[in-house]
C-alpha cells in the first residue's frame, strides 16, 4: 500500500488542477482512514477482486 506522503502528493496534484487548495485538516480524515489496520485488509480484498 501507498505511503501517506506519496498519496497525499498525489491527492494535493491532482486537486491543484482544479484549482482548489486543500488544508492538512481536511486530509487527516482520509490519512487516519489508511493508516487503519482494518481497513487496510479491506482495502487489499477489494483490490485483489478488481483484478
Do not use: Y
Not at 506519496?6 to 492538512?24: G, I, S
Amino acid at each position: 500500500m501507498a505511503d501517506i506522503a506519496t498519496l497525499t502528493k498525489a491527492l494535493k496534484k491532482n486537486f491543484e488542477n482544479r484549482e482548489h487548495a486543500f488544508t492538512m485538516e481536511q486530509f487527516e480524515p482520509f490519512i487516519a482512514m489508511v493508516e487503519n489496520k482494518e481497513f487496510e485488509e479491506k482495502w487489499t480484498t477489494l483490490e485483489s477482486k478488481w483484478k
